[in-house]
């Protein structure tokens, strides 16, 4: 008989609030967060489907896809496997694949998605944003509103391995996560643990700062909605000019990234600059180039922010 310890009854209880009866799609890894996920939400919820994806990396990701399988199949789950079709060259590209499929899945079954993340990856997260000079906007990290559903947040990983441990779950640890080529290794192997020595309450001090950030983003995503920007073609977002004119440069450089986030656009550091100063200088029939393949256009009446398109 296993043992309901405190943190046990916290984390069924926060996965029974979050994701309900579903229907959802658990992201399932085969590491420690994802399988106490797979474990609490097959108590709490009774329409939902596992869906686990082998990354193509070798033995360790087609035994991860093996345990999964096995264990939702144990708990009477059905589970989803996903494959990458190229062995991924960057961890971004795994990522990015690995999120593709679990779209594709909750698309095709109406679902929701539902993640592993915890308190941890949320504190490495608001901490690398840092590290990389992001705004506002992105310091929210995994607090910011999303339709992914992440019922493990607010639980530490020292709180999960005890959930795991008096569950006598099962899992397996990636080896990959103490490869320090891995930014987010070196933070929490390294750097994270060597400030705790000197500032103990950092992490409370960072998911504050996320706290404020997921505020401010609300504030700023209902000033954004009296623009009345629309959306005439995906990926595209077309704005008034005269709607933009009353605002400075510095108001500008906080307004174009959330407008660009309503196109799924993200804007750097630089591109904000740019497109705040384009917006007061440019002229009609001008246009601009950003990272990541967007360009913004000036028309006589608005401003069209889209991917880039060369000419012909």
């Known amino acids: 008989m296993t043992l309901q310890s405190p943190v046990v009854q916290k984390v069924d209880s926060a996965v029974r609030k979050v994701i309900g009866s579903g229907p959802a799609v658990l992201a399932i890894s085969g590491g420690l967060d994802s399988m106490v996920l797979l474990e609490s939400a097959s108590r709490a919820a ?19 896809v093996k345990l999964v399988a096995r264990r939702a199949s144990e708990l009477g789950l059905a589970c989803v496997i996903g494959r990458a079709a190229r062995t991924p060259a960057r961890e971004s590209d795994w990522r990015s694949a690995r999120m593709a499929f679990l779209k594709d899945v909750a698309d095709r079954e109406c679902r929701v998605i539902a993640t592993a993340h915890n308190r941890d990856d949320q504190v490495e997260t608001v901490f690398m944003r840092i590290l990389r000079e992001a705004g506002p906007r992105g310091l929210s990290g995994l607090f910011a ?8 947040l607010e639980f530490s990983r020292v709180e999960l391995t005890d959930y795991v441990r008096t569950q006598a779950l099962v899992f397996l640890e990636d080896p990959s996560n103490s490869n320090r080529a891995h930014m987010r290794n070196r933070v929490r192997h ?3 643990p060597a400030i705790r020595q000197v500032q103990p309450d950092i992490d409370d001090q960072l998911l504050d700062i996320a706290r404020k950030s997921t505020q401010w983003r609300r504030e700023m995503d209902k000033l954004v909605e009296k623009l009345g920007a629309d959306r005439p073609e995906k990926g595209e977002l077309r704005v008034e000019r005269d709607r933009l004119r009353k605002y400075d440069a510095s108001s500008l450089r906080v307004i174009w990234p959330v407008l660009a986030a309503r196109a799924s656009v993200v804007m750097d550091r630089r591109g904000t600059h740019r497109a705040a100063e384009f917006t007061i200088n440019g002229m009609t029939g001008g246009s601009i180039q950003l990272s990541g393949g967007v360009e913004i256009l000036m028309r006589r009446d608005h401003l069209l922010l889209r991917r880039w398109q060369p000419q012909k």
């Open 46 to 64: 009774a329409d939902i489907t596992v869906a686990t994806f082998d990354h193509g990396t070798g033995v360790f990701a087609e035994e991860s």
């Open 145 to 152: 509103d999303s339709l992914i559903l992440r019922p493990l």
């Open 190 to 192: 390294d750097l994270l």
